[in-house]
């Protein structure tokens, strides 16, 4: 890249928690930030091209840290069942790309995958090969971390395929050595994070939440795998009991939460460990969007059922000072890359806009440990930015609709470009113009 750039905005929110800066900038050069903050406090160099945007927000480019590009989204797809059964791991793995895409043209940055299996056995190398393909500058699209599945037989994680499925047995292990195994499979193929669980998941009932889903010993083989590695292991938990087992695990995040129990937020607050609460999929907009793409009416039910405690322990969290980063769990809906309506829930349950940005930047990138690369506007970082349209440090729906993120930056390039006497995006086609897959 040649000289610098500085961007001369209207508004900065350079992701570190303090106030929205008025006329702000931030200078960039090959990929990095050189500088940001108020105007009267930046140098800009001299020969740096001066972009002005006096109307726009910058913004760090956001993290959605828990989601299935893989699966079978709403967008792409009319009937979830119906697709399970017709789809090869090849088309699925061309729909993880799109998929990533479609986040990313709306301003996310970076995605953790959370990883996914088919008939055909795990999706370790698809994803890792979509990841490659970005990072090699082949397709455009976000940083993509990967986390495979790491997961016993009959889990919750192996229950999201149909039961009457044929399963490739070396999708799943039982037992700390085969564990151990399949862990340092998922980490031979490239996975950046090992994923498993503690508990059961959407069939947990209120009289009995409580599905226990491996063995003490078995996730602390995973993590331990993980962590010789030096890579990280999260684990769906949605019990106290599971999130004990899982602080015993050594567990780098904890993904859902659903119930809580006041012990076992003091012992997550003390150990320090972020919590992924993936709230959109609890919201009724997500059991519309499912109800429409053939979800059986019992699992309705039973999300409609856990919708509450989601809610409860989210606010408890916040109130204990839980680290809270954002994933929202696509999925089957809503539509792929309508990730920011999960920092509306936040909001509407008593976190400050502010607050809710920061799960997807700060926080976010610091619960991967990418605080040091990623994560706000801070000189020295990667130039993962976005401009938009609007103040959402004041109405966090300014970052909804996709007319709004004005432009999506990352390692100091644009990708995505609407401002006027621009225009450039990700993904190949005019916006919902392509088929459902199974239309
Ligand atoms: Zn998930």
New binding site residues.
Partial sequence: MAAATAYKVGKLIDGTGGPVIDNGVVVIEDGRIVSAGPETDVAIPNGAEIVEEPALTAMPGMMAL???IGQFNSLTFRNYRVSQWEITPELQQLYMLFHAQLCFERGFTTLRD?GLMSTRGLMTEHTVAVRDSIDLGIFPGPRLIVAAFTVGTGSHLDLIMPRAALRNPKATADGPDEMRKLARENLLKGADWLKTCASGGGGTDKESPHVRNHTQEELDAVCDEAHAQHTYCSI?CFTPQAQEMALKAGADTI?HMVFHSEEMLEKIVGSGTPVCP?LLHRTDHAIEVRSRTGTPQFTLDKMKRIQPFCYETFQAMHKAGVKIFMGT?M?PEPDMGTNALELEVYVQLGMTPMEAILTATKNAAEAVHLGDELGTLEAGKKADMLLVNGNPAEDIKVLQPRENIMAVMKDGKIFVDRRKGHEKDVINVEYKSWALADG
């Fill in positions: 828990h989601l299935h959370e769906h993904e993936t769990d999925g």
